[in-house]
């Protein structure tokens, strides 16, 4: 319906005045947009594209300069590995016609030239330059301080005639300073070469603002000047790339590269605006396609109107006589315009598919296994539509029961379930069981679930009954089997529980055991050491015995002789006697006496397990001397690497002599089981990674057996039960630095290639109560 004074145009009209208005919009904005979004990016890619290419350059030159710094660590090399008479010769060769290199001089570490090397036409001047001073030189001064041991200098005044050149310095490690001289003009000729002949307008600047090169020709060098300009002022500061120059008209943008080995800058130049050819063309494009796109435009909207209205129209017809029921049959028009192809094909689909929904709906509902309603809300719940399968479960007729109500059937046995499954289903809560009725008047249990559902102004409750009269037999049936099964497993846990109180009592008996087998282990080995020592101890006696007998005779019979009368002979022989005996008496108690200390202070250490501060070394020679009375009269060896200071620990030394004395027992015990010789070695130092002590005990025996070394700190794990072994010595080292210590012992066996085991000490030991139990209990997993 058309409003008064509202003009009406026809579609083709309408699509006519869209096509060209939408033609002149879409040009304006993309004029609009050229200008506003592509010309700034024009720029930054002219930038860009600059700026890689001065990157390039600064390359190009460095790796110049890294082929001349090359060159000359080379020569310093050979100068360094040669003989001094050949240092000149290697100079000279290095500089040869002067054309890459102007000259070549080494200096000592003081700045002396010893070493001059020159072209041959300037060979005359070596021994006027031999012995000048280059300690005041700042390029001298640079690499004498340089980390890195090499400088550049940019602006370098040569030594041979004060002209500007540039010049590279290189230290070695006597400090010596080898100098070589390059001609800049070379140098720049290589960075025009470098830039090759279309290169951008590339300027080279050293860092007081002077023009070197230019890849443009070289017209301002030498007349331009950049040294106060606010370019170089702004690199001066750190700046970016952002600074504009103008010279002249033209306006441009600054790309800067720095090359630090040199101070140079490398400046490109990038147009900015219309001044910059892509910019101007790109414009020019754009105008010229806005004017031929509107002619064009003028001339073909109407045609194309007409053309893009015509199906719609069509489309249009054939949807009226669908609504009106007369389209059945008729085909949908299609034309040349895929939308409207696409409308009418969906307008198609969509009459097709609303008939096949309903039919599936259905299907879907009728085929369902769960009995099944819809009844309407708003009209008393009255039914709707119920499935195949309610009709079979309560033995209706569909047609008997749709329109009617639940009352009017008769289906519920008690009223209130009725109301319940319709407040419970309203609000969302779970319904739960109710007994319905059947057509024949048999009851059934069923569990309900219901949904409410709102289509537009209609609101329909979906409600489901499930059968579940034998599923509650069932779990009456799994209740009463659950009571049992309760009270046979109250029984089982009875017995389980007596079982296991007499396990705890075994294992209760066999860890006493256990502990019991440790400390009867740790007293005989202190027995051994006991027999060990006091066999040691009987020689140096039994010496100290025979010399004061020794003595004891001389002064009889010196008595006897004071009868008679005694000459001067007699006395020195006396005197003689006297200090020959006392001597010897004194080395052997003073012996005696030192075996007495070592074997003291062990004893101490592993009876009393007191906590003190010691040196490793004071501890492991203790060790090494109580240990040695034992296998003294065997061919095996026992080597000390640990030093007397520096490795102090503040923890139980007892139980670190335990441990070591239980290490070299276990390698003259079974490494040299059959052997006629052998060593070990116990070495210590600290580790700088984490601070901790590592002492290593080593020894070139028989090695471990793959197969027994993962379970050899494990208690009773021996390859000689019956033989003398228990599998406790190991297993009580290791229990002492894990437990006790505090720290980790670990193991590196080859068969044939003996065994080194590791111990990884804190300087700290951990704060430990019952040092005993400590060392006997657990196992290598308690680590």
């Not at 300009?229 to 103008?246: F, K």
């Not at 210590?741 to 044939?752: D, I, P, Y």
Request: net charge positive; hydrophobic share 45%.
């Amino acid at each position: 319906m058309n409003r008064p004074g509202h003009t009406v145009w026809r579609l083709r009209t309408h699509l006519s005045a869209l096509l060209v208005v939408a033609l002149l919009l879409s040009f304006a904005l993309v004029l609009a947009g050229l200008l506003a979004y592509r010309v700034p990016r024009i720029e930054e890619e002219s930038r860009q594209a600059l700026l890689h290419e001065v990157g390039e350059m600064r390359t190009r030159v460095e790796l110049q300069v890294l082929r001349y710094s090359s060159r000359l660590a080379l020569l310093e090399d050979l100068v360094d590995d040669g003989p001094p008479d050949l240092a000149q010769a290697t100079l000279d060769a290095g500089v040869g016609d002067g054309s890459v290199l102007r000259a070549l001089y080494r200096a000592s570490s003081r700045g002396r030239i010893t070493a001059v090397g020159l072209p041959p036409a300037r060979q005359a001047q070596r021994r006027d330059l031999l012995g000048n001073d280059l300690s005041g030189n700042r390029l001298f001064r640079a690499v004498t301080t340089a980390s890195s041991g090499v400088a550049w200098s940019a602006m370098y005044a040569s030594v041979l005639d004060g002209e500007p050149s540039v010049a590279l310095a290189r230290r070695d490690a006597h400090g010596d300073v080898l100098v070589a001289e390059l001609p800049v003009q070379a140098l720049l000729s290589a960075v025009q070469l470098a830039a090759g002949a279309n290169a951008s307008a590339i300027w080279v600047v050293d860092r007081h603002g002077a023009l070197l090169a230019d890849t443009r020709g070289g017209k301002d060098i030498g007349r331009l000047h950049l040294r106060d300009g606010p370019l170089m002022q702004s690199l001066r500061q750190g700046g970016g790339d952002v600074e504009r120059l103008r010279l002249g008209d033209a306006r441009f943008r600054a790309t800067v590269s720095h090359a630090p080995t040199l101070d140079w800058f490398f400046i490109g130049r990038v147009p900015v605006g219309l001044e910059n050819p892509a910019v101007r063309d790109l414009v020019l494009l754009a105008v010229a396609a806005l004017a031929g796109a509107m002619g064009i435009g003028l001339l073909v909207a109407p045609v194309w109107a007409q053309r893009l209205a015509r199906p719609l129209h069509c489309i249009i017809e054939r949807a009226g006589r669908s609504t009106s029921g007369q389209g059945a049959g008729l085909p949908w028009p299609r034309g040349a315009v895929a939308e409207f192809n696409r409308l009418s094909g969906d307008l198609e689909a969509m009459t097709g598919q609303l008939l096949a929904r309903e039919q599936k709906s259905q299907a879907v509902f009728h085929a369902a296994p769960v009995p099944m309603v819809v009844a309407d809300v708003d009209d008393d719940y009255r039914l709707l539509d119920v499935n195949e399968a309610w009709c079979r479960e309560f033995q209706y007729r569909r047609r008997k029961v749709l329109g009617r109500t639940t009352a009017d059937i008769d289906l519920w046995v008690d009223r209130k379930a009725r109301v319940a499954l319709r407040q419970n289903a309203e609000q969302g809560r779970v319904i739960g069981d109710a007994r319905l009725r059947r057509r024949d008047g048999t009851v059934v249990l069923v569990q309900l679930h219901g949904r409410l559902a709102v289509l537009h102004s209609a609101r329909w409750l979906i409600w489901a009954a499930i059968d579940v009269g034998p599923l509650r037999r069932i779990e009456q049936d799994l209740r009463e089997l659950n009571q049992q099964l309760e009270a046979r497993v109250a029984q089982r846990t009875q017995a389980l529980a007596a079982s296991n109180d007499a396990l705890s009592q075994t294992v209760a008996q066999l860890r006493a055991a256990q502990n019991e087998l440790v400390r009867a282990e740790k007293m005989a080995a202190l027995g051994s050491l006991v027999a060990g020592v006091a066999h040691e101890l009987n020689t140096p006696l039994g010496n100290g015995v025979m010399a004061v007998s020794a003595v004891a005779d001389a002064m009889r019979d010196f008595g006897a002789a004071t009868r008679a009368g005694v000459t001067r002979a007699e006395l020195q022989r006396l005197v003689d006697s006297l200090e020959q005996g006392l001597d010897i008496a004194g080395r052997n108690l003073r012996r005696a006496a030192d075996l007495v200390h070592s074997f003291k202070q062990v004893a101490v250490d592993q009876t009393s397990a007191q906590r003190r501060s010691f040196e490793l070394g004071e501890v492991v020679r203790e060790i090494v001397v109580s240990l040695r009375p034992s296998f003294s009269r065997t061919p095996y060896r026992v080597e000390l690497a640990v030093p007397e200071a520096g490795l102090r620990l503040d923890s139980y030394p007892g139980a670190l002599g335990q441990a070591i004395a239980n290490l070299v027992q276990n390698a003259v015990l079974h490494g040299f089981d059959g052997r006629d010789h052998g060593t070990v070695t116990l070495s210590g130092w600290r580790d700088p990674a984490d601070g901790r002590i590592v002492l290593r005990v080593a020894d070139d025996g028989r090695g471990i057996p793959a197969a027994v070394l993962p379970r050899i700190f494990d208690p009773f794990m021996t390859t000689r039960m019956g033989r003398g072994g228990t599998g406790l010595g190991l297993h009580i080292s290791y229990n002492a630095v894990a437990n006790l210590l505090g720290g980790t012992l670990t193991v590196h066996s080859q068969e044939g290639h003996g065994a080194a085991f590791e111990l990884r000490l804190p300087p700290q030991a951990p704060r430990a109560e019952g040092a005993d139990a400590a060392v006997a209990g657990g196992g290598p997993n308690t680590v």
